[in-house]
T-cell receptor, first 115, second 117 residues
Framework: AQSVTQLDSHVSVSEGTPVLLRCNYS??????LFWYVQHPNKGLQLLLK??????LVKGINGFEAEFKKSETSFHLTKPSAHMSDAAEYFC?????????????FGGGTRLMVKP | EAGVVQSPRYKIIEKKQPVAFWCNPI?????LYWYRQNLGQGPELLIR????????DSQLPKDRFSAERLKGVDSTLKIQPAELGDSAVYLC???????????????FGPGTRLTVL
């Protein structure tokens, strides 16, 4: 069994300030973890993924996330928000090294960026 | 390389009418998924195909929903008859086989937004 909790449904930041989107997971297996972004009327796009290598994962557009097994967390961060970062973000867990396995999505966090 | 293609992008129907959604996955991806995303929520899996075989359809409401992937490439998801609660975005995704680059990653289409009146 696996589940994902995104602790904030909405996050609002000013442009140029840091972004923190929180995610906690639960999994009976060794997990793979992903962050996806969804812009309005667009498909889900993979930001980054953790499989089994380095616990600090760097993704596209300056985002990164750190896998912390002791805290069962995979928070997403970015040092400086840009207006184009405004979107819905989903934390996702699946069973590691199992191609085609079911993804379990969190409820999503809507990021708003103020000028 | 083309991504996952879905059509139509938007569909508005009256309740009790049938509706169908089409998906063409990325070339060479044998695994295909259909998800439903309700407003303000994350996507939930409806059905997963490995080639033409539905290997996980436990979340598919079989009384009104059906899906097919006859030749193991493109797929159709159907609802008949549609109910008000079916209003959602229906997402299709595909993933490479185990052992291929990006195995385990799912690539999503733009979705079909269904509104049932």
């Amino acid at each position: 069994a696996q589940s994902v909790t995104q602790l904030d449904s909405h996050v609002s930041v000013s442009e140029g300030t840091p972004v923190l989107l929180r995610c906690n997971y639960s999994s009976s297996y060794s997990p793979s973890l992903f962050w996806y972004v969804q812009h309005p009327n667009k498909g889900l796009q993979l930001l980054l993924k953790y499989t089994s290598a380095a616990t600090l994962v760097k993704g596209i557009n300056g985002f990164e996330a750190e896998f912390k097994k002791s805290e069962t967390s995979f928070h997403l961060t970015k040092p400086s928000a840009h207006m184009s970062d405004a979107a819905e973000y989903f934390c996702v867990v699946t069973r590691r090294n199992n191609a085609g396995n079911m993804l379990t999505f969190g409820g999503g966090t809507r990021l708003m960026v103020k000028p | 390389e083309a991504g996952v293609v879905q059509s139509p992008r938007y569909k508005i129907i009256e309740k009790k009418q049938p509706v169908a959604f089409w998906c063409n996955p990325i070339s060479g991806h044998n695994t295909l998924y259909w998800y439903r995303q309700n407003l303000g929520q994350g996507p939930e899996l409806l059905i997963r195909y490995e080639n033409e075989e539905a290997v996980d359809d436990s979340q598919l409401p079989k009384d009104r929903f059906s899906a097919e992937r006859l030749k193991g490439v493109d797929s159709t998801l159907k609802i008949q008859p549609a109910e008000l609660g079916d209003s959602a975005v229906y997402l299709c995704a595909s993933s490479p086989n185990a052992g291929q680059a990006s195995a385990g990653e799912q690539f999503f289409g733009p979705g079909t937004r269904l509104t049932v009146l």
